[in-house]
């Protein structure tokens, strides 16, 4: 059985960093594709930011610069960086992992629709 497991949330100042951690285990497949995303209460989930099988990333306009995102493939773990945190960046971060079946193109094609997903961790950024 495959599990999306996500640590490190919580609550900061504007301007501070939290660091959050995902890792895969169980999925027999190798995930191309993996990324995390973020739900505010009341809007739509929004992707963070994406990182490919061989390291390359594309993140939401807001995140440049201030998030970083990085994978280890042997682990299959997965981490987001973020820094100069902001009132707005506040919400649910969620990460995903593409199921490993099918070869996506991680910057054109809609892998998360059929990912596997963590359960969401809690980040609270007051100003």
């Known amino acids: 059985q495959v599990q999306v497991v996500e640590s490190g949330g919580g609550s900061v100042q504007a301007g501070g960093s939290l660091t959050l951690s995902c890792g895969v285990t169980?999925?027999?497949?190798?995930?191309?594709?993996m990324g995390w995303f973020r739900q505010a209460p009341g809007q739509e989930r929004e992707g963070v930011g994406i990182?490919?099988?061989?390291?390359?990333?594309e993140y939401e306009d807001s995140a440049k610069g201030r998030f970083t995102i990085s994978r280890d493939n042997d682990k299959n773990t997965l981490s987001l960086e973020m820094n100069s945190l902001k009132p707005e960046d506040t919400a649910m971060y969620y990460c995903?992992?593409?199921?490993?079946?099918?070869?996506?193109?991680?910057?054109?094609?809609?892998?998360?629709?059929?990912?596997?997903w963590s359960q969401g961790t809690q980040v609270t950024v007051s100003s």
């Open positions: 169980g999925n027999k497949y190798r995930s191309s594709c």
């Open positions: 995903a992992a593409d199921r490993g079946v099918f070869r996506f193109d991680c910057y054109e094609d809609k892998w998360w629709g059929s990912a596997y």
């Open positions: 990182i490919g099988r061989d390291g390359s990333t």
